[in-house]
């Protein structure tokens, strides 16, 4: 008797899992033990065996993946590398950045590439010749932040790079990618610049390149992402219009209809449109899941077996995992199947709506609560007013997916009838985007919250609660169990006060917490290019430490390093004050507050006669041990420090990231820590923190951290054993797909 797919789905996923939480991959004898009861003749063999496959398959996926990284040793080494462009180049700023595939199999199968203010523009399917500066996944980590080099490794990615030089080659690439290149530019051709252009691209060929950050804001705000990111909603749609149109085509001549149903024609002829979409779109990963999943459903339809909708899903999952194991760690594969559960529970009759309407709108809140939870896991945040929005915005996009489709192809085929059917579907999108954005304006646009996981399990009961079949009892209960999901519980402090230096980059954050207060030192920095460390650092921390707002913001001084980040924070985050930004109150020596038993004191600059760096504002923190942050003063506010204060203090932020203008002899005989950390980019071309300075830290016997090499540095003292303590995030945390702490 066979194992049925639930729980060989569960048990499989189990072990999946299991391998993505271990900080490296087990080995051959490791691997052997943990199979030994797959092979026994016992009643949990068949479950065993399917958590077996699941462990063996993840192992293997990830050790093949990390066998063609770029080794760390021969990181920022110049080659000639000729190979193929195999995505649709992206503009972010002066950079172009595209996936690259190179010819010769001594380098990485894959490699993100950034070319920076080009000459030549790159396309899809082209063949180059390029001279890299390659480099290892490396990306900085913090605690609940966005890990750059997990999304590296599920991509296939074992290098990025930045070109130093480039010249066309003969080979050429896939056929299918040239023609979405060719597509996408036929169709910037055909619409003036604007958000509808970018909008049309992105939802016919999977070419978001038109898409700004401010745009990609709005849609994170507006809870409407994932209408414009082809994914599942967008093939499902383009399968139902296939299926009703094949269908009736077919029906209409009767000799067709006796050697196959009308209704089965329907079904194959969405099948294949929708594979074609799916090409047409770049059968991404999240692409590639919505066709399998539509596929699968498609085959049971065919079968007569959507009456057991949960085998079907759960076939659907393990055919997934089975295909990309290590995907279990993307967001898009828990929404994408948590959104089809709510359709199915609702479409098959589960809930009973007594219309279509009062269907779509359950439909809508259903699946608003069922995600609630997986996305406040994975975003840190919904968006309240979500359901509404997409309650409108789901029929919009229903209906205007294949009326731009069809233009496109009017477009290709017949360009006098295609075009105004393009700028029909071009207003309609300047339209939507402008109901958009005034929605956006409106209260509470989007809730900021990162749940316990305590928390996020009893909401998943809630949901199946709340949308119980009728008569079931307790059924209110389920509200009061979300309720959870909007608190925030504070993470435990260690000590009095508890420090954090992120790992930003090249730049500068610290967090500062006391028992009911805490302080934002700097925001880090923020790039043309993309990278914002308020969005992907800061922000995150903060609510991942259980804070929705922190008492003070203090910018040291106006460099994008420090200060590039501060507008993601604003609003992410609630901010009661600021000081030192550009609409905040001066920061000035002598100015001085207590928060829980903690003194803050600023100590520099006494006015407005020292300027650039040496202009930061200096802050010292005192409690059970001192701490000092002088942000990039430089060696002659340093010694000015010096000769007038009593710096000593346990804990220093070396000033300017370790750079050599900084920590004077005279401000470490002044100071004296016994720990110093050095915020600066890991291999960064500055070279922060450099030798010469590291040495005299180490001549007095201190100890040092870089947050590029050791990720988010927390520091407390504990309170039993007086000791202070330091914790590296990357060698607490890690798991196998991130670089080794240090160099």
């Known amino acids: 008797m066979g194992i049925s797919p639930i729980p060989f789905a569960l048990a499989f996923t189990a072990a999946v899992l299991a391998v993505h939480a271990l900080p490296g991959l087990p080995g051959l004898p490791m691997l052997a033990v943990l199979s030994v009861p797959a092979l026994l003749p016992w009643r949990g063999r068949r479950l065993c065996s399917a958590a077996a496959l699941g462990l063996l398959l993840t192992v293997l996926h990830a050790q093949a993946l990390l066998a063609q990284r770029w080794p760390a040793g021969r990181h920022g080494d110049d080659h000639v590398v000729e190979g193929i ?20 199999h001594g380098f990485p199968r894959r490699i993100r590439v950034a070319w920076y203010r080009a000459e030549h523009t790159a396309r899809g399917a082209e063949c180059w010749r390029f001279t890299l500066r390659l480099r290892t996944p490396h990306g900085s980590l913090n605690p609940g932040a966005f890990d750059y080099e997990a999304w590296l490794f599920r991509q296939g990615i074992g290098a990025t790079a930045t070109v130093r030089e480039g010249r066309r080659c003969e080979a050429r690439g896939g056929p299918v990618l040239a023609a979405r290149q060719r597509i996408a530019e036929r169709l910037r051709a055909a619409l003036p610049p604007g958000p509808a252009a970018g909008l049309l691209a992105a939802i016919t060929v999977g070419d978001t390149s038109g898409i700004g950050g401010a745009d990609w804001e709005l849609f994170r705000r507006t809870g409407t992402t994932h209408l414009v990111a082809i994914s599942g909603f967008n093939v499902a749609i383009v399968a139902g219009v296939a299926f009703f149109l094949c269908r009736w085509l077919w029906a209409a001549w009767p000799a067709l209809c006796l050697r196959l149903p009308a209704q089965r024609a329907g079904l194959l002829g969405s099948a294949l449109l929708a594979g074609g979409y799916a090409l047409l779109a770049g059968f991404e990963p999240p692409v590639q899941r919505a066709v399998l999943m539509l596929w699968l459903v498609l085959v049971a339809a065919w079968a007569h077996r959507l009456s057991r909708p949960s085998r079907v899903l759960a076939l659907a999952w393990i055919v997934a995992l089975l295909a990309d194991p290590l995907g279990v760690a993307s967001p898009g594969l828990w929404l994408s199947f948590g959104a089809v559960a709510a359709i199915f529970y609702v479409s098959l009759g589960r809930l009973r709506p007594p219309g279509p309407w009062h269907g779509l709108v359950l439909l809508q809140l259903l699946i608003a609560l069922a995600l609630a939870p997986l996305t406040l896991f994975f975003f840190q945040g919904s968006s309240p007013g979500g359901p509404l929005v997409n309650l409108l915005a789901v029929p919009f996009f229903a209906l205007l997916t294949p009326w731009a489709l069809a233009a496109l192809i009017l477009l290709l085929a017949w360009p006098q009838a295609g075009q105004p059917l393009l700028q029909t579907a071009a207003w309609a999108l300047d339209g939507f985007h402008a109901a958009l954005a005034w929605s956006a304006t409106l209260p509470t646009p989007w809730l900021a919250a990162s749940p316990p996981a305590a928390a996020l399990l009893l909401s998943g009961g809630a949901v199946a609660l709340l949308f119980a079949p009728r008569g079931l009892p307790l059924r209110p209960l389920g509200l009061l169990c979300l309720l959870p999901l909007l608190a925030l519980q504070r993470a435990p402090l260690r000590g009095d006060f508890e420090l954090t230096a992120l790992d930003v980059g090249q730049g500068l954050a610290v967090v500062v917490r006391t028992a009911n207060h805490a302080l934002l030192y700097d925001a880090g920095p923020a790039y043309e290019e993309g990278f914002d460390a308020g969005a992907s650092v800061v922000a995150p921390f903060l609510l991942h430490s259980g804070l929705r707002a922190v008492d003070l913001l203090l910018l040291s001084h106006g460099d994008n390093d420090h200060a590039g980040g501060v507008g993601a924070v604003r609003s992410r985050i609630e901010v009661r004050r600021e000081l ?125 951290y870089v947050t590029g090499q050791g990720g988010a540095i927390g520091i407390w003292r504990d309170p039993e054993s007086g000791k202070i303590e330091v914790r590296e995030h990357r060698r607490e945390a890690a798991r196998f797909w991130n670089a080794a702490a240090g160099r």
């Open 85 to 104: 462009v195999v995505s649709l180049p992206e503009r972010e700023g002066q950079a172009q950045r595209f996936l690259f595939e190179p010819l010769d």
């Open 580 to 704: 030192g930004t550009a609409g905040g109150e001066d920061c000035r020596a002598g100015q001085s507050w207590d928060w829980d038993g903690v003194r803050f004191e600023l100590l520099h600059p006494p006015g407005d006669s020292w300027q650039g760096n040496d202009a930061s504002c200096v802050l010292r923190v005192r409690g059970s041990y001192t701490v000092l942050l002088p942000g990039d003063i430089e060696a002659a506010a340093e010694h000015a420090l010096a000769g007038a204060l009593d710096l000593r203090a346990d804990v220093l932020l070396s000033p300017h990231h370790g750079s050599r203008t900084s920590s004077s002899q005279a401000l470490v005989d002044a100071v004296r820590p016994r720990v110093v950390i050095h915020s600066a980019g890991w291999r960064h071309h500055f070279r922060h923190p450099r030798p010469e300075v590291t040495a005299r830290y180490a001549a007095i016997g201190a100890r040092q």
